[in-house]
């Protein structure tokens, strides 16, 4: 089961997908580019520190994808 | 002759006079004049009036005079036909509040203040969720010992390639490198860097975002973030000495 983790000003949005159903893996590869497209950077994530992965593409087999809006020096 | 506001399209027999200014350049004027709230509303909704008595030539101005009138205590006076209003009269001359109305005035404000402080509660317990959300996930991305140090002390340790970091909730992040180099003390520098619009983020989403950021790319995070030194050297032992301690706990 793939997850999509959005963060959002109400702490996250959840997107959550079976691999093996297109539709499921479709919709959420949509949200993903129209996030990419607003700026937003795509990090894989292993649970339990260990280090994230920047991904430019989505794929559907991937376990757990974190989307953060853009950061900035101050 | 009298302006009021109950009569006034055929009483004044100056050229032009505007309605609810409070002054008429002719005429003789005394100062009787009444005033209704729904009259006052339809001089307000009204535009132009031209007929034998009154034109009103700046739309613009009778609508800020008449809200001033209906708003505030304005008062008006008479001075030789001159009708003038008098900013700042504790009383309305004319049309004095009624009781009923000063207690509608005060229910109002009671249910106002009773209305908002039941937004603030509400917007404090959407941002306390929110926050709670947000620790959720940083649980599931950091070792055990590192949360349970973040969820204490606010503050998380990111072991990158080259320098250590410990990125502070409240926000800024400071950098402390790896190892003494040829017996040269290790540097400390304080970053500036954050999401954009952090404040409409739960603080926990701005580390997790920073967290992310070095683990990804190390090099681009120090390029992006603005870097200050520290100036006081105890500080900066206080930070290598708790970066020690925090690698020796995780």
Redesign the interface.
Known sequence: MGEMRILSPSGDNRIQWDPKNTDESEVAEMSFDKLKSKGYQAFEVQKDGKKGKLIKKFKSTLGMIVMVPAIAGG | MAYSFSNYEGTTSGSTSSWGNGYSDTGTADCTMTAHQDQVWYAWTTETRTGDTLVITDYKVVQDNVWKLWTKDYGYECEGGRVTYIKGMSTWKVAKKSVEQHRAEKAQKEINLIWSRLLVKEQEE?KR??????Q??LE?????E?FAHYKEHGELLVRGRFKDYVIKKKGGVIRVDKDKIHRIERSVSS???????QY???RS?NV??????I???EHKFNK???ASNMYSEVRMQEWRDKVDRLKRVA
Request: proline share 3%.
């Open positions: 959407a969720l929110a926050e709670v959300t947000a959720e996930l599931q991305l950091v070792s055990e590192d970053l500036c860097i954050h999401l954009n619009n409409k983020y739960p989403d997790i975002a920073l967290k992310l950021a683990d990804a790319d992006e973030a603005n």
